[in-house]
């Protein structure tokens, strides 16, 4: 009985032990918490929750707000849109590597990815702008040019052609070869085929074509110092919707050269490139805007790599009127 007195006693001075000293550990923490500078103690719980939104912008779901009128009518100028960066692999750290995702980009898919034709101001530069532009939900963004305009690092397009793929492009048109089809098909009989809903925008019309091939013609002869026909000077002179269609420009421009120099390689290959158009490797993709005729899209830049991409736009945020899933 003295041995069960002795071991219960043993049990409860260990007890007691025990939750004394995790009581004075407690009472330790609140004195500190008590002695702790206010300012010091915010500081504290900004970092953490910067902490958390980076995390979450960073590997999950990050903010953007679009630029640009170059996806009318899917998304207009200023919305506010979350895309889904876990879904093609989040970057490691910004602009650094790239993790595995479920899948690649597919047909369709309105992605964001790196603008083939952005100039970089360095790493430091590029890192610090996109941790600011992250924490604040797109709401700061120091990259910005001259003129206070937001530079354009990123892009936000829409997947028209995958890898396998041919695609050619007259008149702002799209038709698409994929692999093993053996005929050219206008993209909208491609959609019915596909099942696709979204929907383009034009801003040019017929006559605003005469007048832009005219003006290609026209430089291509002054480039060859030749004198062109009275009425392709005159159809040059026709005015043209501010948006114009330069890559239809110069495929005109470069078929003109062709007749005048067949000999010259580089006017040559130049002309075959827009008569044939391009072809889409595995592991690229052939991004354009929905608003055809307000778009820098592939059409100037080619195909982009599928490593490139960093996520896929997934739904609008604000403004309240706009709130939905994008498609």
Known sequence: ?????????????FTEGVLTSRKRRRLQRQERQKKKNPVLDWVEAFLWAAGVVLLIN??????????????????????????????????????????PGFRDPGRDNVIIFENPLYLSRGPVFDVTQRILYMLTLSLVDIDRDKNGQPRAHFLIKRAIGVGGDRIRIAEGLVQLKPRGMGEWL??????????????????????????????????????????????????????????????????????????IYPE???????????????????????????????????RYFGPVRIRNVLGKAMFIYWPIERIGPIR
Do not use: C
């Open 1 to 13: 009985m003295t041995r069960l007195q002795n071991w219960y006693t043993g049990v409860q001075g």
């Open 58 to 99: 960073q590997y999950l779901f990050q903010a953007y707000q679009i630029p640009s009128g170059s996806m009318e009518r899917t998304l207009l100028i200023s919305d506010r849109i979350f895309v889904n960066k876990l879904v093609f692999g989040p970057e490691l750290l910004p602009g650094i590597g790239k993790l």
């Open 186 to 259: 206008p993209e909208n009989q491609f959609k019915k085929l596909t099942d696709a809903h979204y929907v383009t925008q034009r801003l040019l019309g017929p006559d605003d074509y005469v007048a832009i091939h005219a003006q290609a013609i026209a430089d291509a002869y002054k480039t060859a110092h030749l004198t062109p026909d009275p009425v392709v000077t005159k159809e040059a002179q026709l005015p043209v919707q501010a948006y114009g269609d330069q890559y239809e420009w110069m495929g005109v421009r470069y078929r003109t050269l062709y007749a």
């Open 264 to 298: 010259q390689e580089r006017v040559r290959s130049d002309w075959r490139q827009f008569e044939l158009g391009w072809y889409i490797p595995k592991g690229w993709i052939f991004p354009m805007g929905d608003n055809r005729d307000n778009s820098k899209d592939a």
